[in-house]
């Protein structure tokens, strides 16, 4: 017995541990299992679907009452993708991607990615009046390629071409047919959809990504009977996509806005209004005054380039009918957050970075502006491009970082990123001040991957064995980019990226110039298209995405 009583158990992280890998196991095997009941297609029948969603509630139910497990858990379990199975493996592997730039001054100079927000809402426009527009340098992503395949369900008749959206002059508005839009990823575009059919009499059905099925767009519901419409969820028990949609097309004389709505619903209304043929007035006053002067600065220019008539008066915007005309191609300033995903670039490694487009004036341009200032750094802008000067002695001071107001979503994680880079320099950092908690719980992860530790406010790097960092998968963009950058800032190594496509859905040429650091080729093709010179243009490419088979770790 004493021999016994004396056996160490093994620790209950590692009890828990195990649980875990059978967990996974068994979501493999769930997996394969749908894939066999799917018979080919790309979805279960709806029988099927109905069947183990009211199985899974009434066993989930029994142990928790908790809508994370009984609906939630399972939306996500229908939605998560799996590698393929060994047996496919042998003819094609999996590879990770190895991330290691030369450690050289940038030197880059290509045209900037346009706001993204501002060319959805000119598609829309566009698609509304069913008037011509081009836009020659437009900035194209999954959420804007989903917003013109929308708005062609409608009826419009927008062609994308490379960088170039244009709607013809022979082009009709869109409508309110009867069908199944589909969103993307994209809240926004839904959001867009959704105003255009507030206005007018019709019905439809919304369908989106993961994410949009998993978003509550109750504070919806409870606004839409006020302007004559009702959203109704097709999944019970759940408030997010995919969603009918019913409109009377009758509004109030004044549509008064409650506090809770999502501010891009908000935008994506009033771009909406002028074009109901009708005079709209809408109350902005239980709007947040900060949010709502923000999205003011924002959409009354560009609805105004239009050629909309608004009028402020205190918190009512007076909107009439739309009587005026599009510009033939109208100017859209740079991404301030896509931007700096670029322009982040230069603190870590030095050198020059110029982007063409106009650099905007807002909160969030400011707010890039006030991080780099705490690098020592400035921008300097004018009507054709804004540039970034580090120099090609520049080092990343070793100064604490704060995190300005108003920094846009997709930029949350960059000032902690700087901070394992600079951990990766000077072999210690500070996590930034006013890091918003659900960054720092991602933070952990990602610091570990750059071989890093936090032990409370400090960032200090650990020994790596091998050449490589771990394998990771990046959580959002943000944090695939931030693994990018702090590759800049790792001597002679890489690190291993097992997603790089998620990137890439938000920012497609990120890739390829990175690809070309210190200097991407970007450039010189460029001129050698225009000039159509036939001659032999030797590029060099010193930063690769190395494919790495990961059973070699």
């Known amino acids: 017995m004493n021999d016994v009583s004396q056996e160490k158990r093994p620790p209950m992280r590692e009890t828990v541990r195990d649980i875990d890998r059978q967990i996974l196991s068994l979501l493999l095997h769930r997996h394969n299992v749908l894939v066999r009941m799917m018979r080919g297609s790309n979805r279960l029948t709806p029988q099927d679907e109905r069947f183990l969603r009211e199985s899974w509630e009434g066993q989930a139910s029994r142990i928790s009452s908790d809508p994370l497990l009984t609906n939630r858990l399972f939306n996500l379990l229908q939605e998560v993708d799996f590698l393929p199975p060994p047996s496919e493996e042998t003819q094609n592997k999996r590879q990770a991607f190895n991330l290691a730039p030369q450690q050289k001054p940038v030197n880059i100079d290509m045209e900037g990615p346009r706001d993204q927000h501002a060319t959805q809402v000119w598609i829309a426009i566009a698609a509304m009046t069913g008037k011509p527009l081009q836009m020659n340098r437009a900035f194209v992503n999954d959420a804007v390629s989903d917003c013109v395949h929308m708005f062609n369900l409608m009826g419009a008749a927008l062609h994308r071409d490379g960088n170039v959206i244009r709607h013809g002059s022979d082009c009709t508005a869109a409508g309110t047919p009867d069908k199944v839009l589909h969103v993307g990823k994209s809240a926004f575009n839904f959001y867009l959809g959704l105003a255009h059919y507030i206005g007018r009499p019709g019905h439809t059905r919304f369908s989106g ?44 004389d004044t549509i008064a806005l409650p506090g809770d709505l999502p501010a891009d619903f908000v935008e994506a209304l009033i771009t909406a209004a002028p074009f109901y043929g009708r005079e709209v007035t809408i109350d902005l006053a239980d709007m947040e005054a900060t949010a709502r002067a923000s999205m003011l600065a924002f959409i009354l220019p560009i609805l105004a380039m239009a050629g909309c008539d608004i009028r402020e008066e205190g918190s009512l915007l007076r909107i009439n009918p739309w009587e005026g005309s599009l510009p033939a191609e109208p100017e859209i300033a740079l991404d301030p957050g896509l931007s700096a995903l670029v322009l982040s670039l230069a603190p870590v490694l030095g050198g020059t970075i110029s982007l063409r487009g106009l650099w905007p004036r807002g909160e969030e341009a400011a707010a890039v502006e006030a991080l780099l200032a705490q690098l020592n750094l400035s921008l300097t802008a004018d009507s054709a491009r804004v540039r970034l000067e580090a120099g090609s002695k520049y080092e990343l001071p070793d100064a604490v970082l704060n995190v300005p107001d108003h920094l846009p979503a997709i930029l949350a994680p960059l000032p902690f990123a700087l901070a394992c880079a600079q951990a990766l320099r000077h072999g210690h950092s500070e996590v930034p001040h006013n890091t918003d908690p659900e960054i720092a719980r991602e933070g952990e992860s990602f610091a570990r991957a750059c071989g890093l530790k936090i032990l409370n406010t400090e960032i200090s790097p650990l020994e790596h064995e091998g050449d490589h960092g771990p394998l990771w998968t990046a959580p959002s963009p943000a944090w695939a980019h931030a693994l990018a950058l702090c590759a800049c800032a790792r001597h002679n190594q890489g690190f291993s990226l097992n997603n790089p496509s998620i990137l890439t859905e938000l920012y497609p040429g990120f890739w390829p110039m990175y690809n070309g650091l210190p200097i991407p080729a970007l450039k010189r093709i460029q001129e050698a298209e225009a000039t159509k010179e036939r001659r032999r243009i030797r590029t060099r490419v010193d930063a690769k995405l190395t494919p790495r088979n990961e059973d070699e770790e």
């Open 209 to 252: 990504g993961t994410e949009l099925k998993l978003a509550n767009f109750a504070p919806l519901r409870h606004f839409l009977p006020q302007v004559g419409a009702r959203i109704i969820p097709l999944v019970p028990k759940t408030d997010g996509l995919p969603l009918r949609v019913e409109c009377s097309g009758l509004l109030p």
